[in-house]
């Protein structure tokens, strides 16, 4: 195994969220009082995978700018 | 006859799309529908389901394809102009909302600094690239996409344990962070049971049955599905397990799971026993090894939270197979007093994959071999998980849009040869808003189809609380007015259904003759 595993450490503040995706789960956390953002997500590299996956690697962690 | 529109540079959820789909095929004359993204992925179910058009061939993945196929141009064009109405609602208030939207998880960040999580539920393809993202900004991640690869599951709990943080999924349905409920939920108590949980609708189930008893969660930590495969090798389950170790606020651990792969399984034992917590082990079908000193393992989910109880209050647990045998002995008096059924057959339709595997596995015992997921026209003891993307190709899940339940509920009812059937109805944040009543619907008109001739009993369970939107005292009600005999959980349900057509089930779980 590559990876040199730290202990997880378990939220000790409340939920702060981003929201990726589906909106309704940004509504649900908004109806628990939870903080969120939503993300206005669509497809990188405007859906093509391939580029996307390319793009992701060739990046590291940078998103592509849009 | 084949209508198609599309809708150029105009994004929607798939939850969205499969709604809307929904609604048009109740519409009178519309035989499908499909509202979906023209990705390679939806054009290939177009095909399968029959409806590719060369319109919709024109779609590319920004593109919104609607394909009805309905009676007559009358019935079609009825229907799209409702869909095309409900999408320029949605086109506007995208419009309207994206205006202020932030665009990138970077730039979220920059509106919420100190955010601790973050909630994914893109298609699976750009899952890994979204995740990583988020790891490395250090927020802890719910990855509720499924169709993630196996690589980039792997690579992202390996980053996520270099940094600490929780990495929930891929394929994570429900869990549960200080009290937050998050993807699909039922509304539980807060309290001191923590767990960790490679199957939603098993967590689902026991965090439900833990509230019944008044006991609440800590945290609920989701794992994904895969994670105690041997290509995962139960990475975060592991982590979790610890870091609930770690918890001042859980005082019990309980762990769900199907069975952990074996060359998994010594580490995971390893691992259970220095928790230095009691531990509840629910890994379905996994015959417990009574020697191993790595805590309590039980054979259902109702068991997990009555040994997890148990564990609480410091007494002893022993199984039971039904809370109120006196009830049940009575119950199935009258089913068998009814006019019975010729068939012979028990047919299990879940919308809940794990239940369906459970009650699989306590049929079996009982009933001998029962398919899971056989071909259509199979017969014999089975039971089929609606939710299994053989039968939801195109559609949304049965818990969202139970209408392939429900044909197939009709269908069973209208064969001569099933005994019984067995069911789930699934409550909670995100489910269908009145689960029960199309079950209810289907068991009054096979009824009333049937007349004299009888009708095979329908046995479920309600999986939910009080405090859950639909009610489970509401949605029981619906079933039972129905004639539906409810017990209080799967595993009761399934027995339950064993003991009507089988003598011999009934003799070894109530003493019956």
């Known amino acids: ?66 | 006859m084949l209508t198609t529109f599309v809708w150029r540079s105009f994004y929607q959820d798939s939850v969205v799309l499969m709604r809307l789909a929904a609604t048009l095929r109740e519409r009178p004359g519309v035989h499908d529908v499909a509202a979906l993204m023209g990705t390679p992925a939806n054009h290939d179910l177009l095909t399968q389901s029959g409806l590719a058009t060369e319109e919709a061939a024109t779609a590319g993945p920004e593109d919104l394809m609607l394909v009805l196929s309905a009676d007559n141009a009358a019935s079609s064009e009825t229907a799209l102009e409702a869909g095309r109405a409900f999408l320029s609602q949605r086109r506007e208030a995208a419009a309207e909302a994206e205006a202020v939207q932030p665009r990138s998880l970077d730039a979220a960040l920059a509106l919420l600094p100190d955010a601790n999580l973050a909630t994914i539920s893109v298609p699976g393809a750009y899952a890994r690239f979204e995740a990583m993202r988020a790891l490395q900004r250090g927020l802890h991640v719910f990855l509720f996409s499924d169709n993630v690869p196996l690589a980039d599951e792997l690579a992202l709990k390996q980053e996520a344990l270099e940094r600490g943080l929780l990495m929930m999924g891929p394929d994570c349905g429900t869990a549960y962070l200080g009290g937050v409920g998050l993807g699909f939920y039922n509304r539980v108590p807060r309290g001191r049971v923590g767990c960790v949980a490679a199957s939603g609708t098993g967590l689902q189930a026991v965090a439900c049955h833990l509230a019944t008893l008044g006991e609440g969660l800590s945290h609920a930590i989701g794992v994904g599905g895969r994670d105690l495969s041997a290509e995962v090798g139960g990475l975060m389950t592991l982590a979790a397990l610890q870091a609930l170790a770690q918890d001042a606020a859980t005082e019990v651990i309980v762990l769900i799971s199907k069975p952990p792969h074996p060359g998994v399984l010594p580490r995971l034992q390893a691992t259970l026993a220095e928790l230095r917590k009691p531990v509840v082990v629910c890994c379905l079908g996994t015959v417990p090894d009574a020697a191993a000193e790595s805590g309590t393992w039980v054979a259902t989910l109702e068991d997990a939270a009555a040994a997890t109880f148990a564990a609480l209050h410091g007494e002893a647990w022993t199984p039971r197979p039904f809370t109120d045998a006196a009830a049940v002995r009575e119950c199935l008096a009258a089913v068998r007093s009814r006019v019975p059924s010729t068939g012979s057959a028990v047919v299990g339709l879940f919308t809940g994959g794990t239940l369906a595997h459970e009650a699989r596995l306590l049929l079996q015992p009982h009933l001998g071999p029962v398919a899971f997921n056989p071909p259509p026209d199979a017969g014999g003891h089975r039971v089929l998980d609606l939710g299994d993307d053989t039968y939801t190709v195109g559609r949304a899940h049965p818990m969202i849009d139970p209408l392939v339940r429900t044909q197939a509920l009709a269908r069973a009812l209208a064969d001569p040869a099933t005994a019984a059937v067995l069911l789930d109805v699934v409550l909670g944040v995100g489910a269908h808003d009145e689960p029960a009543a199309p079950v209810a619907a289907a068991v009054r008109a096979a009824r009333a189809r049937a007349g004299q001739a009888g009708l095979a009993p329908v046995v479920a369970s309600v999986l939910g609380t009080e405090a859950d939107p639909q009610g489970l005292a509401t949605q029981t009600a619906l079933l039972r007015d129905a004639g539906v005999e409810v017990l209080p959980t799967n595993a009761q349900a399934a027995r339950f259904a064993a003991a009507i057509v089988h003598p011999t089930a009934a003799a070894a779980l109530l003493g019956e003759t």
């Not at chain 1, 509504?27 to 093509?48: C, F, I, K, T, Y």
């Open chain 1, 1 to 66: 195994m590559p990876t040199k595993p730290k202990a997880v450490q378990l939220p000790t503040t409340p939920l702060r969220v981003v929201n990726l995706g589906l909106e309704l789960f940004a509504d649900s956390l908004r109806a628990q009082e939870v903080p969120v953002v939503q993300v206005a997500w669509r497809p990188p590299a405007g859906g093509n995978q391939r580029l996307a996956t390319l793009l992701g690697r060739m990046y590291g962690d940078r998103p592509p700018e849009r």
